[in-house]
């Protein structure tokens, strides 16, 4: 597909906010404000750009640990640390206790530690993470792995309201950061490896109260499609009760199609935007048809959930390709028309850019090695599968680019209206895969399938970050990782993108040329998002949670038996030597540059700047497909050319992590199972220990 010729003026969502500023609620104002941090990311467009630009790219060199904390669990760290007034809020793992810390000083403010069942770790298909929480109106809104959404007094920690939500039973759980719009609280449900039904559900944000429920599978009553309201985007999609017709008879009831990523929200359009799981099975031979509506992106009244538009990505999904990553409003020229676009780093290996009015395909170029498919139709807008790697039943297909976890996941990307970049961290796996026949079982894992995972093409290396060009389609800079680059990013005005490594660096780089000005060894792999926010001393802070973990970092984090190369659903494989690098950690890292006066306020010495050009990575088509205007600097980032960080220059849980036996460790019984103390009786704490209020943590309200 041609590469689109135009020029990016601003976010959509932005321009759209500025237009209802006289109708703005408190959090519409508060996502403008650079010096917080007040939803998952940063603002309804899903930019994760922050305004603030006090650490630039020539002074970042100087960025210092400025205080820390853990929150006790080691497991994996995927939560967003959010600023509202001061406080800075995360959650950690199961039992997913909230924090509130002054965001300058790190005093720990107050916990709440929710009543959570320890059964949900037993059906957590890839960790017992999550991924942060949300607010408004003097609310922090979370969910738990036990199936619940809870609302927390932002500044006491006192328990508002908690909804129970889906069945442990059923193989169902939660890890998904919230989104707020208009009052109601969105939320989905985890579990499209255990043969759930996916949904995405809206609360009332001041009683938890269900306002609506959208199924992904099944007759268009349940899955809110009123075909007086819905348009869809292709003939193909068009028609009653796809999410019924397009599968073998009551196949849709454990057909997955779960909500565990990302949703947008534009404004003007009053649309949510957000995209569904896989189909369950994995083994694609026991689900004939399309499987609507999994793997597929909606946009939704957020009033009512109807649905306006839906696109698949993946019909009849092959490959374990969910649809549920981050989607980026942006306005674009496009051939001389400005066009409203999301554009989405597809699990796939194609960066999407669609039409956010109509669904409509306006572009899908590959930014990583692709064996799967032969291409998107421009016409019909459905991926071209490449026949020759069909999984037929106990037949072993080989040299499958992306595996399961796609070329990208989760991990959410950034952008920048100053660059005009989009900043991708992403993984460059391939894989081996056999498909069997598998029965379903209420509760337990409904795959039929087994997979190898690999590093992709090229030297080895298995992630990458990148900055993307969604003007002209193309791959500008990157950086090879030797691990997926499993955390989010975020870049400011300062032209600084962060990010972080499996292998233990928080990262800067110049958000221009892709140089590596700064990094930091932290005391575990980093799986996090940051974020920056400014504290009430007038400094700007750079927030990242630090532990391994996480569907790739199960290896180092639970202790699975490296030597099992399908373990952890295949990830096992890409990730034998994880465990010499790093193991489970829990703290937060707060940075920032020293005082005016030179004066220090750390507790913790400065990390050495480092000057290190980074590696260039050729997309499909080789070297003449970069346009690099850091080519120059071409040097790979290797441990060699990289200045060491002493020891000292870590913070105490170096120590711990920085073991390096390479000796396998014995296979454990139950490698999921951790052991805090968090049975349903426990009860909320404040920060003087009294017990949960009357009506408080009393049980689950359905």
């Not at 597909?1 to 609620?25: K, P």
């Not at 403008?32 to 994760?48: D, F, H, L």
Request: a negative charge; proline letters at 8%; hydrophobic letters at 35%.
């Amino acid at each position: 597909m041609s590469a689109i010729a135009a020029l990016l003026l601003v976010t959509g969502s932005a321009a759209a906010q500025e237009q209802d500023a006289g109708q703005a609620t408190d959090l519409t104002q508060l996502q403008q404000e650079p010096g917080q941090w007040v939803m998952p990311a940063k603002n309804y467009a899903s930019t994760r750009f922050s305004e603030l630009d006090q650490i630039t790219s020539e002074n970042v060199g100087r960025l210092q640990l400025a205080w820390s904390f853990s929150n006790g669990v080691n497991r994996g760290q995927e939560s967003i640390p959010l600023v509202v007034d001061g406080t800075l809020y995360i959650v950690g793992p199961f039992p997913n206790n909230l924090f509130a810390l002054d965001a300058t000083t790190g005093d720990l403010k107050w916990t709440y530690s929710p009543p959570t069942e320890r059964a949900a770790q037993g059906v957590a298909c890839c960790d017992v993470v999550n991924r942060g929480p949300a607010y408004d109106d003097g609310k922090i809104f979370y969910n738990t792995l036990d199936n619940h959404t809870v609302a927390v007094d932002a500044r006491t920690g006192k328990e508002v309201w908690h909804t129970k939500l889906g069945e442990i039973s059923r193989g169902q759980t939660m890890t998904m950061a919230p989104l707020v719009v208009k009052g109601k609280v969105l939320v989905g449900n985890s579990g499209g490896e255990m043969g759930v039904r996916g949904w995405l559900t809206a609360l009332d944000e001041d009683t938890g109260e269900i306002a609506w429920r959208a199924y992904h599978t099944g007759p268009d009553k349940d899955v809110l499609i009123d075909h007086d309201f819905f348009e869809a985007p292709y003939a193909w999609m068009e028609g009653e009760d796809l999410g019924v017709k397009t599968w073998p008879p009551d196949r849709w009831r454990n057909g997955g199609g779960t909500v565990w990523g990302w949703i947008s929200y534009d404004p003007e359009l009053d649309l949510i935007y957000y995209g569904t799981g896989n189909p369950g099975p994995w083994n694609p031979n026991q689900r004939e048809g399309d499987n609507l509506w999994t793997t597929t992106i909606f946009a939704r009244d957020p009033d009512t959930g109807l649905a306006k538009w839906a696109y698949q990505t993946s019909p009849h999904d092959l490959w374990d390709h969910d649809s549920v990553n981050e989607l980026i409003l942006l306005d674009l020229e496009i051939e001389g028309r400005m066009r409203k676009v999301l554009v989405r780093p597809g699990r796939t290996g194609y960066m999407y850019v669609i039409d956010r009015t109509n669904g409509k395909l306006i572009s899908a170029e590959p930014y990583d090695t692709i064996t799967a498919y032969k291409g998107v139709d421009p016409e019909t807008g459905r991926i071209i599968p490449n026949d020759e790697l069909h999984p037929d039943l106990g037949k072993t297909v080989e040299n499958i680019c992306p595996a399961p976890p796609g070329a990208k996941d989760w991990q959410p990307s950034a952008w920048s209206p100053r660059t005009r970049l989009l900043y991708v961290p992403h993984q460059h796996l391939c894989m081996n895969f056999k498909a069997s026949e598998v029965g379903y079982i209420a509760g337990t894992p409904y795959l039929g399938a087994t997979a190898d995972m690999y590093a992709g093409p090229g030297d080895g290396y298995r992630g990458e970050f990148m900055a993307w060009d969604p003007v002209a389609g193309k791959k500008v800079w990157a950086i090879k990782e030797d691990f997926p680059v499993w955390t989010g990013t975020t870049v400011t005005a300062g032209d600084v993108a962060f990010y972080g490594t499996m292998d233990r660096w928080v990262k800067a780089v110049d958000a221009r040329t892709g140089e590596v000005l700064w990094q930091f060894r932290a005391p575990s792999g980093l799986i996090g998002q940051p974020s920056t926010y400014m504290g009430s001393d007038g400094r700007q802070y750079v927030a990242i949670l630090s532990g391994v973990g996480g569907w790739p970092g199960a290896v180092a984090a639970a202790e699975l038996d490296p030597r099992v190369r399908n373990g952890a659903l295949g990830f096992v494989g890409a990730m034998q030597d994880l465990p010499a690098y790093t193991k489970g950690g829990s703290t937060l890292l707060v940075f920032a540059l020293p005082q005016a006066d030179g004066s220090r306020t750390s507790i913790a010495p400065a990390a050495a700047p480092v000057s290190v050009p980074p590696a260039l990575t050729p997309p499909e088509g080789g070297n003449d497909a970069i346009e690099n205007p850091a080519e120059a600097h071409d040097a790979a980032l290797t441990d060699e050319a990289t200045p060491a960080v002493t020891q000292d220059q870590s913070v105490t849980e170096a120590d711990e992590a920085g073991d390096k036996d390479t000796e396998a460790a014995p296979p454990k019984a139950d490698p999921l199972v951790i052991s805090p103390d968090t049975t349903r009786d426990r009860a909320m704490t404040d920060d003087a220990g009294q017990p949960p209020a009357e009506g408080g943590v009393d049980g689950p309200v359905d």
